[in-house]
């Protein structure tokens, strides 16, 4: 297996967590908007924090959740000026079509991202995705520039 030299980290992917960090931290608040709102900028410090700190970013969004955090996460980093992969499955593509299109790479499974880091970090090739059907890009629609 591939390991990339990256550390990496993450929201707070506890929901309960996510949801009571402010009143744990803070004290109990008597209005759910309230609640909610301590919650929601205590976790906001925590998330532009760690993408301000960021190489990279990798977005994962998944189809059991709508990740509307993710995706104003994905455009923060990007509005950052940081390097963004995406990372969900092909059915969700078209919901994310414009999230994709400011990213700089669109990855369909994990591995796809550890390939592209260890591409990015160390220049690292792995096997074509495509085996023995690969074929170079010369091969296949000739030459680019004929004068390099």
Not at 57 to 74: M, P
Not at 82 to 90: C, E, Q, S
């Amino acid at each position: 297996k591939k390991q990339p030299p990256v550390a990496l980290t993450s929201p707070n992917t506890s929901h309960e967590d996510s949801d009571d960090c402010g009143a744990i931290i803070l004290g109990m608040q008597e209005e759910r908007p309230n609640w909610d709102k301590i919650g929601a900028n205590m976790n906001a410090v925590r998330t532009k924090t760690l993408l301000s700190e960021a190489d990279v970013v990798v977005v994962r969004f998944g189809e059991k959740y709508r990740q509307w955090n993710a995706a104003f996460d994905a455009g923060y980093a990007s509005a950052l000026g940081k390097p963004v992969i995406t990372l969900h499955p092909p059915a969700i593509s078209h919901m994310l079509k414009e999230v994709n299109a400011s990213a700089n790479v669109v990855c369909e499974e994990p591995e796809q991202v550890v390939d592209t880091l260890a591409y990015v970090i160390n220049g690292d090739l792995p096997t074509p995705r495509d085996g023995d059907a690969w074929v170079p890009i010369a091969d296949r629609l000739g030459k680019g520039n004929p004068n390099p």
